[in-house]
């Protein structure tokens, strides 16, 4: 558990987290639970033992979480987290839509399999999750002790929302999707105090892009693309998750935060153009 991180800021509140066994998902449950969280450590399917340990992590630090397999892209599925989290916690305060996965293909050889996968699960698995969340934020309401907003919502996206990706066209396109799912959002339930903002990671290290990054031969290459010089840690998005789901951050919504090491600062212009 993060240990610079312990103002109480989520105290009493309740985050689902879809992907959270491993990766940026795991971070982001890990803090929020640091900060008074309650956490639903969701997997997709197989094993749930790395899932199960993120919960013994948060447990054992004194918060409560528990583990709820669903695939996001499934309705059944998506509608029996939310009813089991209901259940067990009552309600929901914070959804963090962070499941998301790649198959790369050059662009004539992408399977309609491939495409229909990653569109699945990154943008349709953001919906549905979110409608759920919406649905019981309206139903419940503001609950002044816990927050000034009647939930929160938070997309991972990427900087492939705006950074066009040769060799990923399924995942660029459900990001640009995400980031007006997001904005359409946000648009439409203002009024009822839900805010809705997104997370941009540029390249975090994580299990999702290990070969960009594990050899030094391949991070020298990447960080040609990152002026700040470094590679994201998952810590790094897991504390603006925070942020972003604390009355901290009340007046924003319908923003994505791109935290990527300037990644999103064309670095190819900075001696060119
Ligand atoms: C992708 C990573 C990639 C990063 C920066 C992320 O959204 O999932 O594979 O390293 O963007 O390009």
Redesign the pocket.
Known sequence: MPSNVNANRLQGQIAIVTGSSSGIGKAVALAMAAEGASIVVNYPGGTPDAANQVADEIKSAGRKAIVIQADVSNEDDVKKMFAKTIETYGTVDILVNNAGL?KDAAFVDMTLAQWKLVLDVNLTGQFLCAREAAREFLRRGIVPVKSKAAGKIICMS???EVIP?AGHCN?AAS?GGVMLLMKSMAQELAPHKIRVNSIG???IKTP??RS?WETPEAEKELLKLIPYGRVGEPSDIGLVAVWLASDESDYVTGTTLFVDGG?TLYPGFATGG
């Open positions: 790649q990427s900087v492939h990706w995942y990001k990671p540029g390249a999702i892009n960009a990644m």
